[in-house]
Every structure is written in C-alpha cells, then in structure tokens.
C-alpha cells in the first residue's frame, strides 16, 4: 500500500505572501508508460466538500485562481499558493490514485498569520 | 451541472448496520466509476471503496472488506454504500465522489472530479 505523507501539518502565512505545502508518497507514483504522475490535490474549507485543485500532479482544475500551483514527479510533491488570500484558508490534501487502496495524505492546515 | 447528493446517514448502535446512498445528476452516471470517500469528526479523508461504471468490479480498503459493500442502480442514477458490524470508529462523514473520465476513457485510476456535501454517520450506544 502506498503512504502518503504531508509536511508541515500546518502553516500560517500572512497576506500576499507564499504558502508551500509538500507531499511524500511512499514509492513512485509515476507511471512510465505516460509519464504522468498519479497524484492529485485537493482543498477543503471548513464545513465544506473537499475540491479539487489539481490532478496529474501539475494540471490546474478549471476555474482554480492561477496563484495556485502544483509541482514535482515521483515521490515528491509541491503545492504552492504564490500570494495567500484569504479565501484560501483551508485544509489542503494530497491524493495517489496510481494504486489501489487509493490514499490521502493526512493534510496540511493553511491559516493566515 | 454535476450533482451528487448524499442520504441515509444518522445515529446506530454498535454492531449495527446502515445503508447510505448517493444520488447523481448531471451527468451519465453509467458511464462513470463512482467511490465513497470518509472523514471522521476533525480528521482526514479516507478512501473507502469504488465500483465500476457497469457494477462488474469492486474494490475496498482492507480494513472494509467484508462488513462494507458498495453497489449501484444505475437506473436510479444512484450509488450505494451498505455498512455492517458498525463500530465507534466508522463514525465520519461518507462522501460519495465521481471518479474523473478523460474523454471516453473511463479508469479507476484517475482523481475524484465531484464530491457530494456528505451524509455523517454516527455509531454510538
């Protein structure tokens, strides 16, 4: 089964500023034959569904705001937010879907400082 | 506009059991893999199981193997969960989600598109 892990369990960042949020699985989730890693991210706001933000690692979901990114190959993974706003308080979750059981990192809270 | 809407969840003795269901529109649901998904109070995501477009494949997370099974009616556009031997610890928050096609390319492999608002299940004496 593959691990996920997350790191920091939290950060509090001030307004404008950069929040970076990493993930470890715990073996490879690229497939060679496409070359895509099996990796998602995903945000949920308090009280509510979770939403996704990207899959394949680096593929913005339509309609998420562009100071979202989302990074690495492998077994590392970045999640960035360039210029925090308020609205993106949340508590952000990293996902492998390359195997099954399928697995969720434990998730990273994003507070605002 | 694709809608999942969630049902059946409330309060049920220890050892009991419950079935949630999950309702779908906006989409044809045959098509498409479908996966129930937990959080317990506070806590993370946890996936739980998904089935196949047509209900021909199954698969669960060990620890749910066995009291858990999952269905569909896909004439009902509905998605299904039915829980046994419930204990504390199965108490969360059951999402159902629908699992991403990339064209007609229908996998299981692939991220949760659509999330329903959850139904909470409590397991409690």
């Known amino acids: 089964d593959i691990v996920m892990t997350q790191s920091p369990d939290s950060l509090a960042v001030s307004l404008g500023e950069r929040a970076t949020i990493n993930c470890k699985s715990s073996?490879?989730?690229?497939?060679?034959?496409?070359?895509?890693?099996?990796l998602a991210w995903y945000q949920q706001k308090p009280g509510q569904r979770p939403k996704l933000l990207f899959y394949?690692?680096?593929t913005r979901e339509s309609g998420v705001p562009d100071r979202f990114s989302g990074s690495g190959s492998g077994t590392d993974f970045t999640l960035t937010i360039s210029s925090l706003q308020a609205e993106d308080v949340a508590v952000y979750y990293c996902?492998?879907?390359?195997?099954?059981?399928?697995?969720f990192g434990p998730g990273t809270k994003v507070d605002i400082k | 506009e694709v809608q999942l809407v969630e049902s059946g969840g409330g309060l049920v003795q220890p050892g009991g059991s419950l079935r949630v269901s999950c309702t779908a529109s906006?989409?044809?649901?045959?098509?498409?893999?479908m996966t129930w998904v937990r959080q317990a109070p506070g806590k993370g995501l946890e996936w739980v199981a998904n089935?196949?477009?047509?209900?021909?494949?199954?698969d669960y997370v060990d620890s749910m193997k066995g009291r858990f099974t999952i269905s569909r009616d896909n004439a009902k556009n509905s998605l299904y969960l039915q829980m046994s031997s419930l204990r504390a610890e199965d108490t969360a928050v059951y999402y159902c989600?629908?699992?991403?096609?990339?064209?007609?390319?229908?996998?299981?492999?692939?991220?949760?598109?659509?999330w329903g608002q959850g139904t909470l299940v409590t397991v409690s004496s």
């Open positions: 989600a629908r699992v991403a096609a990339i064209g007609a390319d229908y996998s299981k492999y692939r991220w949760f598109d659509s």
């Open positions: 906006g989409f044809t649901f045959s098509n498409y893999w």
């Open positions: 089935i196949k477009y047509d209900g021909t494949e199954k």
């Open positions: 073996q490879s989730v690229l497939y060679s034959s496409n070359n895509k890693n099996f």
């Open positions: 394949w690692a680096s």
């Open positions: 996902h492998q879907y390359y195997s099954s059981p399928f697995s």
